[in-house]
């Protein structure tokens, strides 16, 4: 542990300048990628600094979109909102088509294009596609145990596992809910979080990613990384899926218990951080480390705190407010991109997944940019240059 809430407070904090000009900077390589990623998505992750263009495929192609419809909303051009509403009919077209919905990442690729879309514009094909897409999540609910299988085929005793990532889905929802006035979909969310806040959050505040269940019994069986450094570490982006997934969940379920969830959660990433305030990929490695960062979990993690500090007596939001003012400069003077010729990318820095002895990945867009980097950072500046903006989440 090599901060305090404190210590943090003794850094710089970001200035309206400073973050309106990273917003600028962000906007206009939105702009530039365009022409590309219009009909074709980016991939999750750059490779030597520039992202090679997919079809609309993997979790992660709503990140993209979600950019997209930040710009929209900062520039009011047309131009953005013409190709995000192309992206929707992308969207629609994936979840009508089932090409690679078998999973529970609903949330990630439909709250930030569709919901966003819906919101926005008042599309109904966003809104049937995002409604299509919450049926498609809770097919995923398993009674027993109650929670919202991650991976795999629902059921396989070899997949019976929850997964703290799977936070970010459940705000699709509580809109499903609220758009279609059936109580399924927020109550299948509210199961799996309590759940989920059983398994997957340990006595020291730090996190498993993911976490096993009796499929006989539905009881909590062991917890593993997949992630990670190792089962027992805190993949830095895991702990911030835990900040920003329970602060989303207090905002619609305003239950009591997860103020101090959040809290513990969050404080342990805080407390975590290195001296330079960008975290490396997992906690394991600290000041010095000549590990990889991952700037993303960085900026999951300041949207999750703006979020909940908007719930906290004013006092603990002010700590943590000033917490993430010192984060965002952070991620701003020492990750974010200047030099379109150099990446196509806009938060450099990022590790999708490192290969270690215990976890069951390969290296992969290791110190790349990577799309919900990208689209993080992005609402993380919104939400400071407008503290009223409407979540797509
Ligand atoms: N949800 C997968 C990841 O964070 O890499």
């Known amino acids: 542990m090599s901060q305090t809430i404190e210590s943090i407070k003794t850094y710089p904090a970001a200035t309206t300048e400073q973050i309106k ?11 530039q990628d365009l022409p590309v990623f219009t009909d074709k998505f980016p991939d999750s992750n750059s490779k030597d600094g520039f992202y090679p263009p997919t079809e609309n495929v993997e979790w992660t192609t709503g990140f993209w979109t979600g950019c997209i419809w930040l710009s929209y909303e900062y520039t009011k051009d047309p131009a953005f909102r013409e190709a ?9 077209n994936r979840i009508e088509k089932r090409i690679d919905v078998n999973h529970h990442d609903m949330g990630f690729l439909y709250s930030l294009s569709c919901v966003a879309a819906y919101k926005l514009t008042g599309n109904e094909n966003a809104k049937k596609a995002a409604l ?8 995923r609910f398993r009674t027993v145990g109650n929670f919202l299988q991650a991976w795999g085929t629902t059921g396989d005793p070899k997949e019976y596992r929850l997964i703290i990532d799977c936070l970010l889905n459940l705000p699709l929802l509580y ?45 909590p069986t062991y917890g593993v990384t997949h992630q990670g450094n190792r089962n027992g570490s805190a993949w830095a982006r ?33 407390e975590h951080l290195p001296e330079d305030l960008v975290p490396y990929w997992d906690f394991d490695f600290d000041t010095g480390s000549t590990e990889p960062r991952d700037s993303s979990a960085s900026a999951v993690a300041i949207c999750g705190i703006l979020e909940m500090c908007k719930y906290l007596p004013e006092e603990k939001a002010a700590t943590y407010r000033a917490a993430a ?6 991620l701003i003077e020492k990750c974010a991109n200047t030099d ?36 993080f950072y992005m609402e993380a500046l919104t939400r400071f240059l407008n503290p009223d903006w409407k979540l797509y989440w």
Request: charged share 20%; with cysteine; aromatic share 12%.
């Open 21 to 31: 000009g990273a917003m600028d900077e962000a906007v206009s390589i939105v702009r």
């Open 84 to 92: 995000a509403t192309k992206q929707v009919d992308s969207f629609l």
């Open 132 to 139: 299509l897409a919450a049926d498609n999540l809770i097919s």
């Open 175 to 219: 809109w499903a809910t609220e758009v279609s006035g059936n109580p399924d979909y927020a109550a299948k969310a509210e199961a799996h979080i309590q759940t989920a806040m059983k398994c997957v959050v340990r006595p020291d505040n730090s996190t498993y990613h993911t976490h096993f269940l009796d499929i006989k019994t539905g009881e």
């Open 238 to 270: 895991g702990q911030s899926w835990g900040v920003y997934g329970i602060a989303l969940s207090y905002r619609y379920l305003k239950n009591p218990e997860y103020i101090d969830l959040f809290c513990r959660v969050t404080d342990y990433f805080l």
């Open 325 to 330: 003012e010192r984060l965002m400069r952070a």
């Open 340 to 375: 379109f010729t150099k990446s196509n990318g806009i938060l450099l820095h990022g590790t999708y997944a490192r290969d270690t002895p215990t976890n069951t990945c390969k290296n992969r867009g290791v110190d790349e940019c990577n799309t919900w980097g990208d689209y």
